[in-house]
């Protein structure tokens, strides 16, 4: 069987796909500055979700590209002592790009080779990064899924699209809420309430994740790219086939980053966007606001919450993450559902 053969093969039997993850930082590994995380991803987000998928028969070769091999030693070392110590039946190996001790700005392209086609690729790096990388992985062959934002502009976007249309591979941005349980089942009943009236959404992050991001925060990209935008997505998802966006509108305020760290992003952003509902033309909105009596001067306490309003329907409050001091919050979170 030739290799064409056997990668067409794969595909229709659904064997183990091989995973490479472009980029190293903390929501892959769970390191920042050489030390485990102490905020909530302590252990990572895909790394870990990759082992166990591993250990499911879903995923074979794992295969981790970043820039400064001399960072490896140490990811290695944490997953061992934070991952496998712990979930005993997840392997932690994996295959990284460049080789220890070497720097090499493009690594990515050397494990993109050694995939067969038809595999994926993750895309977790700077957002002005994403374009190349994704648009090599997709020429390579590969199925490719890109962390918020997909990219920055929209002439990047119309351009990955279609590479991807004519390669015939999936691309993906990564709304992980779309697989949450308690936000599918918030998306069916929002689509019961009729025309969409208003959704109000707000989510803010610890002010300590500015080190997180301060070597591109401000630079390569900003809080207006990821903050909220899950939200953004999951309206989008309840008005698919129901409305459109009419006009967006955006505001921003600036100071606390710029303080404390020198970084000229903005603190807090508000938009809000006009929607007309289909086929009734009643128009609808959408906003990034502060739920009454927060404070958000704080930054110091994760919070998430949306609510909907419908036509004709009573105040629903959707979900909500309980605003609660950092050091006591879960690191699945603290989320409670309720339904009028």
């Excluded at 790096?125 to 918020?148: N, Q």
């Excluded at 997505?233 to 303080?259: C, E, N, Q, S, Y």
């Excluded at 409050?317 to 006591?328: K, N, V």
């Amino acid at each position: 069987m030739g290799r064409s053969d056997a990668n067409r093969r794969r595909e229709l039997v659904g064997a183990p796909m091989d995973v490479l993850v472009a980029g190293a930082g903390e929501y892959v590994t769970g390191l920042v500055g050489g030390t485990a995380s102490t905020s909530d991803k302590s252990i990572g987000v895909v790394g870990i979700c990759l082992f166990h998928l591993r250990a499911r028969g879903k995923v074979e070769r794992i295969l981790l590209a970043g820039r400064d091999g001399a960072r490896f030693p140490g990811i290695r070392r944490h997953f061992a002592r934070h991952i496998a110590s712990i979930y005993r039946n997840l392997d932690v190996e994996v295959e990284t790009w460049p080789e220890d001790g070497r720097y090499r700005e493009t690594a990515y392209g050397k494990a993109l080779a050694s995939l067969a086609l038809g595999s994926a690729v993750i895309v977790v790096t700077p957002d002005d990064t994403h374009f190349s990388i994704a648009l090599a992985a997709l020429k390579a062959g590969m199925h490719v899924l890109v962390a918020k934002p997909l990219l920055k502009t929209l002439s990047e976007h119309r351009a990955l699209l279609e590479t991807a249309r004519t390669r015939g591979r999936l691309l993906m941005q990564e709304v992980h809420k779309r697989f949450d349980p308690i936000y599918a089942d918030a998306r069916d009943r929002a689509r019961r309430l009729g025309d969409c009236s208003l959704m109000n959404s707000y989510m803010s992050q610890p002010k300590k994740q500015l080190e997180t991001f301060r070597a591109w925060a401000g630079r390569s990209s900003d809080i207006s790219y990821y903050l909220n935008s899950h939200h953004i997505d999951f309206h989008v998802w309840i008005m698919r086939g129901r409305g459109r966006p009419l006009t967006v509108t955006a505001m921003g305020a600036d100071g606390v980053a710029k303080g404390a760290l020198d970084i000229a992003t903005e603190d807090t952003i508000t938009l809000s966007v006009q929607w007309e509902n289909l086929p009734s033309r009643n128009r609808g909105e959408w906003a990034s606001t502060p739920p009454p009596g927060s404070r958000p001067n704080r930054m110091s306490i994760p919070s998430s919450v949306f609510s909907i309003w419908g036509i004709g329907e009573r105040f629903r409050w959707i979900r909500r993450i309980e605003a609660i001091p950092w050091p006591a919050m879960r690191r699945d979170c603290i989320a409670s559902t309720r339904f009028s």
